[in-house]
């Protein structure tokens, strides 16, 4: 007969309540804190229509070569943004419900509780109003790669993608301190985001047919090489 099975030592049962206890209290001052689980646990939403590294590549190398324009003529107002693009969702309320956490909206479209995540530095926040909607591809280097040419509604369609990589949720410290510029002159402190930034831009620029200037490719294919 095989002998009985020690009983569990008092002091280990004693042991492991105390470390559930410390385990709750610390998850119920996270959620205190944070007013959620943890953002860890919460796993990132990144816009559609990346493209892998070998599809980025190639459209890439398929882009026009040639330098920006000197911008003359630009005007922000020139490119209709934040229209209605799945009634009564605009552009800003669709990315926000599209790329966020159990997001609840009103009537209106307008969020009303949610979390977001910031692909840029990764900050997360439970206020969209903290947040901006990035134009991957600013609509002011667009106009000086090409832009400048389309008519009012090709332009409109371009500030108002949701279907592509051109729409992103971000602080808006993280969209200020874009600003206008391209990879070569930008990129976002958050380095694991580095290579689908890269490819996001890229796939914006061959979607719209928007030339690249030399420094800008080189920039990128570097990105490609090292983060991708």
Not at 12 to 28: D, I, Y
Not at 38 to 46: D, E, G, I, K, Q
Not at 150 to 175: C, G, H, I, K, M
Not at 208 to 216: C, D, G, M, Q, R
Request: positive net charge; glycine residues 6%.
């Amino acid at each position: 007969m095989l002998p009985a099975s020690p009983a569990p030592s008092p002091v280990t049962g004693v042991r492991r309540t105390v470390l559930g206890s410390l385990a709750a209290f610390a998850a119920a001052v996270l959620i205190a804190v944070l007013g959620w689980a943890a953002p860890a646990l919460a796993h990132h939403v990144l816009p559609p229509g990346i493209p892998s590294a070998s599809a980025a590549q190639t459209q890439l190398n398929g882009l026009t070569v040639r330098a920006k324009n000197d911008g003359s003529g630009y005007d922000r107002s020139l490119f209709p943004h934040w229209v209605a693009v799945d009634s009564p969702c605009n552009a800003r309320q669709f990315v926000l419900r599209r790329d966020g956490h159990t997001v609840q909206v009103d009537g209106n479209c307008q969020p009303t509780s949610g979390r977001w995540s910031s692909e840029y530095d990764g900050v997360w926040t439970g206020n969209p109003s903290e947040f901006d909607i990035d134009h991957m591809v600013p609509l002011y280097d667009a106009w000086r790669s090409g832009a400048n040419t389309w008519s009012t509604d090709q332009r409109r369609a371009f500030a108002n993608d949701v279907s592509s990589p051109q729409l992103w949720a971000v602080t808006a410290s993280s969209n200020r301190s874009k600003g206008d510029r391209d990879p070569s002159a930008w990129m976002p402190p958050r380095t694991a985001i580095h290579c689908d930034y890269v490819k996001a831009w890229v796939n914006v620029k061959h979607r719209y047919n928007l030339s690249v200037t030399s420094t800008e490719k080189s920039s990128i294919q570097s990105t490609i090489n090292t983060r991708c």
